[in-house]
Nanobody, 115 residues
Framework: QVQLVESGGGLVQTGGSLRLSCVASRSIFSSNTMAWYRQSPGKQRELVAFVSTGGRANSADPVKGRFTISRDNYKNTVYLQMYSLKPEDTAVYYC?????????WGQGTQVTVSS
């Protein structure tokens, strides 16, 4: 059974930082590249960053240099460290495999950046 539990979101001011965590079930985590996605109101869900099972990471241009993705393979957990947050980063953030292995999504965690 797939399980994805995101946490760590909140309300921060522009320029602030947050660290998101996602605990995933072993069935989806152990053999997959994992990613963070986000969805803002009225917009489609977009890929933010991904990290391979071996730790190779990449991120989308809008967050490059500000967000860092990592994973702990012993804890089945993927992290997203976010620095220099901007109002346009406001969204619900989700983790999942990359590419998607199923249509299941967790509840996400809300990140709100005030100007």
């Amino acid at each position: 059974q797939v399980q994805l539990v995101e946490s760590g979101g909140g309300l921060v001011q522009t320029g602030g930082s947050l660290r998101l965590s996602c605990v995933a079930s072993r069935s989806i985590f152990s053999s997959n590249t994992m990613a963070w996605y986000r969805q803002s109101p009225g917009k489609q869900r977009e890929l933010v960053a991904f990290v391979s099972t071996g730790g190779r990471a990449n991120s989308a241009d809008p967050v490059k240099g500000r967000f860092t993705i990592s994973r702990d393979n012993y804890k089945n957990t993927v992290y997203l460290q976010m620095y220099s947050l901007k109002p346009e980063d406001t969204a619900v953030y989700y983790c999942n495999s990359y590419p998607l292995a199923s249509g299941y999504w967790g509840q996400g965690t809300q990140v709100t950046v005030s100007s």
